[in-house]
């Protein structure tokens, strides 16, 4: 294994990149096939196979799959009995703007201090620095699923790993050989889901909001840091099944429920591409699947700086951001998963407890706000304090794990301290059901903006110590 390395990272989670000219031309591609039973029927493989195309992921358990077939797929599927619908599955994927590289840890001067003390301001601000360590830490009777790109077993979170799954399939996106469909291939190959990871859990140089806190990884998305809204679809409801009491998702992307063109810019000729509405509701089912059965389910606001409350804008976003590449959308669009209801939807705050640069927001949306650090003090020295650090490693390229630490921004660093927070207070309280602990977390929030629920913040900032203490907002 290489030495403890640091590095310095400014990581925004994007919203959903609206596909490619790859994926718009004719050809064999990924499509999400939603039944009207939240049961597969006996024959859907055959079902799918019948209208060309062959299944190469199945949810069960909300009527969900995913097939590869060519075009004409879609048609085909919508005229099937007990389809409900049926559409492209576009890939939800992570942004990073700026990465700042410090060096190999014997480079770096840490001060000969654990990092806890030196730089964690965020975890401190959410624990009252670290009163709530005295009220709970946590046990692994209690796991978050963390639906990521993985989780690295880095020293600081080896013990406090208890597995996890693979949902990628072979092949990934199209011809990925690093992709082969091993279910127990769940390591990190991109590092943001080791940061989330420990952001809720890492016990050693740096910690979590619950150091004692079980972890199980399921990779959904790819080392490239894309995804489909199948394999997140499946990776909660599989966390939910495994028993997680409470699933971190620092991902998301827009549903569009209208209508996606593309205009091929050599031949003129412009690609209906359907819509969101298939990944909707399979997005949907699954937080439903995982409410009904005990659990909490918290998801990151996004960081594009809109106020997602407004569906046309968002759309409007989406022309202005990817209309030079060919792309058209008409009709409503909304942020998901974070907006379906039963999502505890979650801001970020900078140093200072305002508003990130980045952070979406609106009436409406956002339930709570956590630190997810900011870095608008860049280029001066040491802007990146103004981020989160936490755990960072690796499997690279070639097979070998680059394991140290990193700061990032976004409200991906936002979404597991809340994530984190719920699962303390199921731990504490392992009688109460999702709902129960949600209310409580959001009821003993920090009251940062303006006196009640506002759009920036919510309830407010998401506090340990009070949701261990039961100390309602007041």
């Not at 009995?81 to 840490?110: F, H, R």
């Not at 291939?185 to 952001?199: N, S, V």
């Not at 819509?275 to 509701?281: C, I, P, T």
């Not at 913040?457 to 907002?473: C, D, E, I, K, T």
Request: net charge negative; hydrophobic share 40%.
């Amino acid at each position: 294994m290489r030495k403890l390395g640091i590095i310095l990272a400014a990581v925004l989670l994007a919203g959903l990149l609206p596909g490619s000219p790859a994926l718009a031309a004719p050809g064999p591609q990924l499509y999400t096939v939603v039944f009207t039973s939240e049961a597969l029927p006996e024959d859907a493989a055959a079902l799918v196979e019948a209208a060309g195309g062959e299944v190469v992921l199945t949810i069960p358990e909300i009527g969900v799959l995913q097939a590869r077939a060519g075009g004409g797929f879609v048609g085909r599927m919508l005229a099937t009995p007990g389809v409900q619908t049926a559409g492209p599955a576009i890939p939800v994927t992570l942004d990073i703007p700026a990465v700042q590289v410090a060096g190999e840890a014997e480079d770096v001067d840490l001060g000969g201090a654990d990092l806890y003390e030196l730089y964690q301001w965020d975890i401190k601000r959410v624990t009252d620095d670290g009163a709530s360590f005295a009220l709970g830490t946590g046990h692994h009777g209690v796991v978050v699923g963390v639906i990521d790109t993985g989780i690295f077993p880095h020293p600081d979170l080896a013990a406090n790993l208890l597995g996890g799954r693979n949902f990628i399939p072979a092949g990934g996106w199209g011809d990925d050989p690093s992709e082969t469909g091993d279910p127990a291939d769940y390591l990190d190959r991109h590092g943001h889901g080791t940061h989330c990871a420990g952001t809720i859990a890492a016990n050693g140089r740096v910690l979590g909001v619950g150091p004692d806190l079980g972890l199980r990884a399921y990779r959904v998305l790819t080392r490239e840091g894309s995804g489909s809204t199948a394999w997140i679809a499946a990776g909660m409801v599989q966390a939910t099944k495994d028993g997680c009491r409470v699933l971190s998702l620092s991902l998301g992307g827009f549903a569009v429920m209208g209508q996606v063109f593309w205009t091929d810019p050599e031949t003129g000729a412009t690609y209906r591409l359907g819509n969101s509405v298939a990944g909707f509701l399979a997005y949907q089912r699954a937080v439903r699947f995982a409410v009904e059965n005990g659990t909490v389910v918290v998801a990151a606001a996004g960081n594009d700086g809109l106020n997602c409350a407004n569906k046309h804008l968002c759309t409007e976003y989406l022309n202005e951001l990817y209309g030079h590449l060919g792309y058209r959308f008409v009709g409503a669009t909304f942020t998901v998963p974070a907006w379906m209801p039963g999502v505890i939807c979650v801001s970020a705050t900078g140093p200072d407890d305002s508003l990130a640069s980045y952070s979406n927001y609106g009436p409406g949306y956002i339930d709570l706000a956590a630190p997810g650090g900011d870095f608008q003090r860049w280029p001066e020295p040491g802007w990146w304090y103004d981020m989160c650090l936490n755990t960072y490693a690796l499997v690279l390229p070639d097979g070998t794990p680059f394991v140290g630490y990193a700061w990032m921004a976004g409200t991906s660093m936002a979404c597991p301290k809340t994530s984190g927070v719920a699962a303390l207070v199921a731990s504490t309280h392992p009688e109460l059901g999702a709902q129960q602990i949600a209310e409580i977390v959001m009821q003993t929030a920090e009251d940062i903006g303006r006196v009640g629920v506002d759009p920036y913040f919510g309830h407010g900032m998401v506090n340990a110590y009070r949701s261990l203490s039961l100390v309602p907002q007041g």
